[in-house]
């Protein structure tokens, strides 16, 4: 089932162009090559990448002008795919090893089978074109590492999952609060620092304000996903615009609202859940995941494939919802997008996002359900648990 998904993801990557993401990293790997990451960064707000991700792109730039590869029809949307498909055929062979030695956390069947062969990767990692399956496989290494006690295995992985997007240092306190109730922080914040500095030594030496600026003052696009789209949605003035820059004052201070919720959200988990067994890690992240969805001012599309592994840890019957209201939203982005279907280049306009708006509320809608339908088991489970408290969570009451 795996390997005739990875062959099905191979097939759409080499018979369509997939996405404007394609697009603007084509446009990224032809600066990276000819002028270098660092004017890349100077000269383009929009590239908010990890320097990691801008060798790769210049790496591709120049690999598409071999001759075996242009003979071969192995152009630039194609290779950017490419490292995608491998990355989830790698996760799914850490999610069977993970579900062979802990019995206890073995899905059924039925999601295995939904998890090698979901539309959701198929979707994002054979067609849209970006880098977010590669995130996922070292975000899962990083967990894996964890729940075997490896801290600076964990802290490495850890820093190539931020290499490819800075999001996963998000989940950096429930990594950090593990360790520290293991008493071997060190090893890992000293592997993950030594790691992250490493990679981005370049840009931190050359032109570290602009670096920052770009890459972790990343900003929102506001209306097309949760709790801003329901804003957008009253008709109101003040939430109407849908972009990522020029925004009103009120829109920028619930922007921020709600991102401070997201990182508080996260810390509070990543305290209260620090004592419980090493397995319940997974869980953890799939709940952090979670919160971010849920309370996040913009989501991409191509995100959705952050969670997966996690909430198949955490609820395989969640994980089956949560497989079919995002099919449904991304079918319908990519059809409107493209055009109709078949899909070969999918432009997401500010327009057509915010027509396509409409479809992500499915998956939204799940997560919050999903949230929701989690704290309320919690407090059948345990009346004493309290959301907001700091009280940590027991081993013998993991479930909460």
């Known amino acids: 089932m795996a390997v005739m998904a990875s062959l099905l993801k191979v097939a759409i990557a080499l018979n369509s162009f997939g996405t404007n993401d394609v697009l603007a990293f084509y446009q990224f790997a032809k600066a990276i090559d000819t002028h270098g990451l660092i004017w890349l960064y100077e000269h383009s707000i929009l590239f908010n990448h990890p320097p990691l991700i801008g ?11 071999q001759p075996f590869l242009q003979q071969n029809s192995l152009t630039f949307p194609f290779l950017l795919r490419l490292p995608g498909i491998i990355a989830d055929f790698a996760v799914l062979l850490l999610v069977l090893s993970i579900a062979r030695k802990y019995p206890h956390l073995r899905p059924p069947c039925w999601t295995l089978f939904l998890f090698a062969a979901s539309p959701v990767s198929i979707m994002i990692t054979g067609f849209h074109g970006n880098t977010d399956p590669i995130l996922v496989l070292f975000l899962l290494l990083a967990t894996i590492m964890a729940v075997d006690g490896r801290p600076a295995l964990c802290g490495v992985s850890l820093a190539l999952a931020c290499e490819v997007k800075i999001i996963p240092l998000l989940l950096l306190p429930i990594f950090f609060f593990v360790w520290i109730d293991r008493r071997r922080t060190s090893l890992f914040l000293g592997s993950f620092l030594v790691s992250s500095i490493i990679f981005c030594l370049e840009p931190l030496l050359k032109s570290p304000a602009v670096f920052v600026r770009n890459v972790l003052a990343y900003g929102s696009f506001w209306g097309v996903w949760g709790l801003t789209y329901c804003l957008r949605m009253t008709g109101l003035n003040e939430f109407h615009k849908t972009s990522f820059f020029n925004l009103s004052a009120v829109q920028n201070a619930i922007i921020m609202s709600l991102k401070v919720t997201v990182v508080v959200g996260i810390l509070i988990l990543s305290w209260r859940r620090r004592k419980l067994p090493a397995t319940a890690l997974f869980a953890s992240i799939g709940y952090a995941w979670m919160i971010f969805f849920v ?18 840890f955490l609820s395989p019957t969640f994980y089956g919802f949560l497989v079919a209201g995002s099919s449904v939203f991304l079918f319908a982005l990519y059809t409107i997008t493209s055009g109709g279907f078949p899909w070969y280049f999918a432009h997401a306009s500010n327009k057509l996002s915010a027509i396509c708006a409409d479809w992500a509320l499915i998956p939204w809608l799940t997560l919050l359900g999903g949230l929701i339908a989690f704290g309320l088991d919690a407090r059948r489970q345990n009346p004493n648990f309290r959301f907001l408290s700091l009280k940590p969570i027991q081993p013998a009451t993991t479930s909460e």
């Open 55 to 65: 060798y790769f792109l210049g790496e591709l730039a120049r690999l598409e002008h």
């Open 295 to 312: 309370f996040s001012p913009g989501v991409a599309a191509q995100y959705l494939v952050w969670l997966a592994p996690f909430i198949l």
